[in-house]
């Protein structure tokens, strides 16, 4: 199988000066969602790959991605100058494991992402299966400032599609807003805001958590989430957490 297969970027949606969004047109092979496959540019003669998640759900006509730029890497700062009509690498075959196939039966599911950490469970959201499969759904995204809590349209239409089923938990560290639980993801795991704020218990008997964004983030909260008795799932020894880090 071919290492890279050429798409083209049909639209960038810059959210922030920071923060980007990528629709593509490529033909890779099916993907499920929450996974990322690779984006690649040619810099200095060889092509620079690095893995993103896919923000859209199986079936969509375009792949879309969001993606902040790292100002000192090498490449997102320039997937965030690509225009309408540049030619774009992608790894033909997505990979990972932060999708519902590797979820075993719950309750309740908790999506817990920071900054473009919530692009895979767009994915997911957007997709029939969560609503098949879970009683309620909550999606905790944290950022530094408002102006990061993107892709609240999609949400908005989440929220109308399920309200009774789903909660939407937009989090602050850096600056106060009424909407929003003011900190970081740990912190309201540990002294109960989170699940104040979505009205359901955190527990093993009732909860699957997937976190993805931060390794820091991830490590304090799988601490968190451990005081409560949850524990990462792994195949062969049943838990109620999936992660994916992002570096
Ligand atoms: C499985 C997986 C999925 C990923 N999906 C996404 C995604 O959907 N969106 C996305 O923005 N990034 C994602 N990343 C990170 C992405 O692959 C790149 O590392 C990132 O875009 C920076 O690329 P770069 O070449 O400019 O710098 P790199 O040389 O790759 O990274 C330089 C440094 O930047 C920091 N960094 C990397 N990624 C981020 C980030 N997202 N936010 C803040 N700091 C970061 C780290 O400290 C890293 O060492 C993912 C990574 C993995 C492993
Ligand atoms: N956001 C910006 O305005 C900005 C501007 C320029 C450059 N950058 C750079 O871009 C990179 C990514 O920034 P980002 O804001 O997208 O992502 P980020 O640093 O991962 O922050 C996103 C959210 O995660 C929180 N977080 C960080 N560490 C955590 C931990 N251990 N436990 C729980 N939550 C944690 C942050 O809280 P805290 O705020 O408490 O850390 C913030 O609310 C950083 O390297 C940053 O230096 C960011």
């Excluded at 984006?39 to 969001?66: H, M, T």
């Excluded at 700062?77 to 979820?103: T, Y």
């Excluded at 955190?202 to 799988?222: F, K, Q, S």
């Amino acid at each position: 199988m071919a290492q890279w297969v050429e798409g083209r970027v049909i639209e960038r949606i810059d959210w922030t000066p920071r923060l980007h969004s990528l629709c593509i047109e490529a033909a890779i092979e099916p993907f499920k969602a929450g996974q990322f496959t690779k984006l690649g540019l040619e810099i200095g003669g060889e092509i620079v790959g690095r893995p993103y998640s896919i923000v859209s759900a199986p079936g969509e006509p375009l792949l879309e991605f969001y993606f902040s730029t790292v100002p000192e890497g090498p490449l997102s700062p320039r997937l965030a100058q690509l225009d309408a009509g540049s030619p774009i690498q992608l790894a033909p075959k997505a990979n990972g494991f932060l999708v519902l196939d590797e979820v075993p039966p719950s309750i309740h599911l908790w999506l817990l992402a920071t900054g473009t950490g919530i692009g895979p469970f767009l994915s997911i959201l957007k997709t029939a299966e969560p609503w098949q499969r879970f009683q309620r759904v909550v999606l905790v995204h944290a950022a530094r400032a408002a102006e990061e809590l993107t892709y609240r349209r999609a949400i908005a239409r989440l929220l109308e599609a399920e309200p009774k089923r789903f909660s939407y938990l937009p989090m602050l560290s850096r600056e106060p807003a009424d909407y929003a639980l003011a900190g970081r993801i740990p912190a309201a795991i540990a002294d109960g805001r989170l699940e104040a704020r979505a009205g359901l218990a955190l527990e093993p008997a009732l909860a699957h958590v997937m976190l993805c964004g931060n390794p820091a983030m991830i490590e304090d909260a799988l601490a968190a989430l451990a005081a409560r008795g949850m524990r990462k799932h792994r195949r062969k020894e049943p838990g109620q957490i999936s992660i994916e880090t992002y570096w």
